[in-house]
């Protein structure tokens, strides 16, 4: 499956100043059908903030604790903190996903899954006083699974619309990380010192470069190399040439920060700072695809007194800028579980999990290591370009399997490929029960001919009951602006934008007449 052809639903939400305070506007600004891009307006609702003020109570880990506004479980507070967590992700997820929203992610999950494919959903918050919240809870009811840790049929992320075009991308084989550690001041901690630091080098980098030893669970069990340059407590000027020497697509920091204007600040040494506006500019530049941030507040908005300020958080000022993902922490996280979760993260990495799979990935390791009721899972938060894709590391032969479902269980895909017609000695095989064919050099079958459009048609693998029975079947769907031709009984037919069964010794032209003939064969 091409990552970058999974549907995708975007929602956005803002609020209506003129209508009041609490009135909001819900709209999808992407989905993969014509009838999903829809519109809701909703008022927020007292007993969401209610809900979220226990929420601050119970597990900020930057403030001191306030007085309860909810009911008190004093005596049960394991109890009371699952059932807050829960309750948070409940009323998040029906106030969010409500009337023609709720509609369209159900139409749009249904697409994905006979497609086979991940539904990415990305939100983009563009009202500040919400950036807080922890969307990555939302989870529809009771007993089901977060949004933010399901990793087998749905991805979630943030996003924001208001972004530079992405830079040119490189095909990376490798994950080349940069990590800069920079002054650590966490509450109730002295300065670390450097020797502090070459040891906390070492550790993280054997961490890092050791990530693709072990299998994640879903991966496909090929791994790529990790390699691990270190700075420590660099000047700007130090970090700009480093960037600009090397091929980093990942550059990880690890240190204090706080947010402030133009993107926060990272203190990268004794009163030495840099601001992700600054940031922004060379990793653009380099071409860095990922930005991690182990550094409190990567993923807040600046105050102003009582007011938010817009787009002015880490993470949203560097994608604003062009960089493709930033991964950032909500709150201030504990050091045995920002390496728990960086390990496990860099692991699915180095399996070629695209980033929002393997950051769910990461997100469920820290859910089983320390439990549903506390913060940590919630806290790192994932944005991505709107115009990426999501993956760090390009798939095997340009296609990452979906891990096995219960579709498959028990069965074997039967195994398929196209061979262009008089010239049988070469063949392009089908793997994964899925083939993109078209112009742009990033399809699984490359024609160069001008009536191919870039992205042309996809061939896929399907389950279908005939008689209660269980069959696999290929199918073939149009995407193009021209259509594609199939050879029948009765001659040359064509389709447009459909999606048809396919036979073996199926006989193909993509585009035009003119073009050249493809035969689709499935293996006996």
């Not at 070629?352 to 950051?359: E, G």
Request: charged share 20%; hydrophobic share 40%.
């Amino acid at each position: 499956m091409s990552p970058s052809e999974s549907p995708c639903l975007n929602l956005s939400v803002d609020r209506l100043v003129a209508a009041g305070a609490d009135h909001f506007a819900i709209w999808v600004v992407k989905a993969p059908y014509p009838g999903g891009y829809v519109h809701h307006d909703c008022i927020w609702l007292e007993t969401l903030t209610q809900t979220w003020l226990g929420w601050q109570q119970m597990f900020s880990l930057s403030q001191p604790p306030k007085p309860p506004v909810v009911a008190d479980y004093s005596n049960q507070t394991t109890s009371y903190s699952s059932r807050l967590m829960q309750q948070l992700g409940i009323e998040l997820w029906q106030w969010l996903f409500d009337g023609p929203i709720q509609r369209s992610l159900e139409h749009s999950q249904g697409i994905a899954t006979g497609q086979e494919q991940f539904l990415r959903l990305r939100l983009e918050i563009r009202d500040p006083d919400l950036i807080v919240l922890p969307w990555e809870i939302m989870q529809p009811q009771a007993g089901t699974q977060a949004i933010s840790l399901n990793h087998q049929k749905l991805l979630f992320s943030r996003t924001t619309s208001d972004v530079d075009p992405l830079p040119p991308r490189r095909t990376d084989h490798a994950l080349n990380i940069l990590l800069i550690l920079g002054e650590n001041l966490p509450t109730g901690r002295k300065t670390a010192s450097r020797l502090d630091l070459e040891k906390e080098g070492r550790t993280l980098t054997k961490l890092l470069e050791h990530s693709g030893q072990i299998g994640s669970a879903g991966g496909s069990g090929t791994f790529v190399p990790c390699l691990v340059d270190t700075l420590i407590q660099p000047t700007p000027s130090e970090l700009i040439a480093r960037l600009e020497s090397g091929s980093y697509n990942i550059m990880f920091y690890a240190g204090h920060g706080e947010p402030a204007p133009d993107g926060g600040l990272l203190f990268l040494g004794p009163g030495v700072t840099m601001n992700g506006t600054e940031l922004a500019q060379v990793l653009t530049r380099c071409r860095v695809t990922l930005a991690v941030f182990n550094a409190c507040w990567g993923a807040q908005p600046v105050h102003q007194g009582q007011t938010s300020i817009p787009r002015s958080s880490l993470a949203e000022v560097l994608i604003h800028h062009g960089v493709p993902a930033v991964l950032a922490m909500r709150d201030a996280i504990a050091d045995q579980e920002a390496l728990s979760f960086i390990q496990t993260f860099a692991r699915s990495l180095a399996e070629r999990m695209p980033i929002d799979r393997a950051v769910a990935v990461a997100r469920q390791q820290l859910l089983t290591l320390y439990k549903f009721n506390q913060p940590a899972w919630t806290l790192p938060v994932l944005y991505l370009h709107p115009e990426f894709d999501g993956q760090l590391i390009q798939p095997l032969d340009g296609i990452t399997e979906l891990p096995n479902t219960s579709t498959w269980i028990g069965q074997v895909r039967p195994s398929a490929f196209l061979r262009r017609v008089g010239a049988t000695n070469k063949i392009w095989r089908i793997y994964g029960g899925l083939m993109w064919v078209g112009r742009n050099q990033r399809n699984d079958l490359v024609i160069p001919e001008p009536w191919v459009s870039q992205k042309h048609a996809k061939i896929f693998c399907r389950e279908e009951r005939i008689e209660n029975k269980a069959k696999a079947t290929y199918f073939l769907n149009d995407e193009s602006r021209f259509g594609t031709l199939i050879l029948g009984a009765t001659g040359w037919q064509k389709v447009h934008h459909q999606e048809v069964p396919l036979q073996s010794g199926m006989q193909l032209k993509f585009g035009s007449s003119q073009g050249q003939s493809w035969e689709f064969v499935i293996d006996t």
